[in-house]
């Protein structure tokens, strides 16, 4: 099957610091993809260029067939194809929840509003927040404002999800309810790309497991042979600050949840 996402000999500086090196990485569709690495080896960066909210520098980009780093892309209509959230939701405070989720459907996919409003609702009952469809932001929990923030970006229908550190700013008992929708979305075939500091999660959830230092990609394998056998140096000190990811069981334990 061929690739949905290819970077190749990618590269981004910053100024005079190179932030990217020669990246080279296919996503193919329906995979999941864990990206991990310690603070500030680009994990960011790269998810940011693939969305076009950072330019690159050199290589090729590759998405569904089209190459991102020509002078023509258009950003706007690719933005709409890959779908991504952050660890800030970003709801806008004055809109109630369904109103937010409905602004890129409606607003910019010109899409009717009762179908897109159809295909809203049925998402928010998904991921247990249909009753709240009327509320405003400030009246909702950080976990389920990072529900709906990923409700926003599914009602546009994208062919691939970004996901960087969602639920780094959640309080633990609220990280699991929004993993648990990420997992469904795996589960369900969506191509994602996560960034995580959740190694549980990252194990249970992940067909590869993407390993960065220092800009470049220095391992990319299945979870199991990541996590217990690293190929690189790098990467076991990595895991060894997550030591007790040995101790955890192969799939953690999620509740069940409809599928989206
Ligand atoms: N807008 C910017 N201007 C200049 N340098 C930047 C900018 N954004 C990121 N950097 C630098 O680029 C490098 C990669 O940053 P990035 O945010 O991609 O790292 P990260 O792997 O996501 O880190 P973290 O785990 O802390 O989120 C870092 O050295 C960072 O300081
Ligand atoms: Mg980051």
Same mark, same amino acid.
């Given at each position: 099957m061929s690739a949905l996402i290819e970077f190749k000999g990618f590269n981004k500086f910053f100024g005079e610091q190179q932030v990217l090196k020669e990246i080279d990485l296919q996503v193919k569709p329906g995979e999941v993809i864990v990206i991990l690495?310690?603070?500030?080896?680009?994990?960011?960066?790269?998810?940011?260029?693939?969305?076009?909210? @950072?330019?690159?520098?050199? !290589?090729?980009?590759?998405?569904?067939?089209? @190459?991102?780093?020509?002078? !023509?892309?258009?950003?706007?209509?690719v933005r709409?194809?890959?779908?991504?959230?952050?660890?800030?939701?970003?709801?806008?405070?004055?809109?109630?929840?369904?109103?937010?989720?409905?602004?890129?459907?409606?607003?910019?996919?010109?899409?009717?509003?009762?179908?897109?409003?159809?295909? +809203? @609702? +049925?998402?928010? @009952?998904?991921? !247990?927040?249909?009753?709240?469809? $009327?509320?405003?932001?400030?009246?909702?929990? !950080?976990?389920?404002?990072?529900?709906? +923030?990923?409700?926003?970006?599914?009602?546009?229908?994208?062919?691939?999800?970004?996901? $960087?550190?969602?639920?780094?700013?959640?309080?633990p008992e609220m990280v699991k309810e929004v993993l648990e929708v990420i997992q469904c979305l795996a589960r369900e075939g969506m191509t994602l790309l996560i960034v995580t500091h959740e190694m549980a999660f990252a194990r249970a959830v992940a067909d590869r497991i993407v390993f960065m230092d220092a800009g470049r990609i220095l391992e990319q394998n299945p979870p199991e042979l990541f996590f217990t056998n690293p190929q690189t140096a790098r990467a076991q000190q990595f895991l060894e600050k997550f030591s007790y990811v040995e101790a955890l069981p192969k799939k953690t334990q999620t509740k069940e949840l409809e599928p989206l």
């Amino acid at each position: 099957m061929s690739a949905l996402i290819e970077f190749k000999g990618f590269n981004k500086f910053f100024g005079e610091q190179q932030v990217l090196k020669e990246i080279d990485l296919q996503v193919k569709p329906g995979e999941v993809i864990v990206i991990l690495g310690p603070s500030g080896c680009g994990k960011s960066t790269l998810l940011r260029c693939l969305n076009g909210l @950072e330019v690159a520098h050199s !290589g090729s980009l590759n998405f569904n067939g089209r @190459e991102l780093l020509d002078k !023509g892309t258009d950003w706007r209509d690719v933005r709409q194809q890959i779908g991504m959230v952050f660890q800030s939701y970003h709801l806008f405070p004055h809109m109630n929840v369904l109103d937010n989720v409905l602004l890129g459907p409606v607003k910019v996919q010109k899409r009717d509003r009762r179908d897109a409003r159809a295909q +809203a @609702e +049925a998402l928010l @009952e998904r991921v !247990g927040l249909l009753d709240k469809r $009327d509320a405003f932001p400030r009246q909702l929990s !950080g976990g389920q404002q990072q529900r709906i +923030a990923i409700v926003r970006s599914l009602c546009m229908n994208p062919k691939v999800m970004l996901f $960087d550190e969602v639920t780094a700013a959640l309080d633990p008992e609220m990280v699991k309810e929004v993993l648990e929708v990420i997992q469904c979305l795996a589960r369900e075939g969506m191509t994602l790309l996560i960034v995580t500091h959740e190694m549980a999660f990252a194990r249970a959830v992940a067909d590869r497991i993407v390993f960065m230092d220092a800009g470049r990609i220095l391992e990319q394998n299945p979870p199991e042979l990541f996590f217990t056998n690293p190929q690189t140096a790098r990467a076991q000190q990595f895991l060894e600050k997550f030591s007790y990811v040995e101790a955890l069981p192969k799939k953690t334990q999620t509740k069940e949840l409809e599928p989206l």
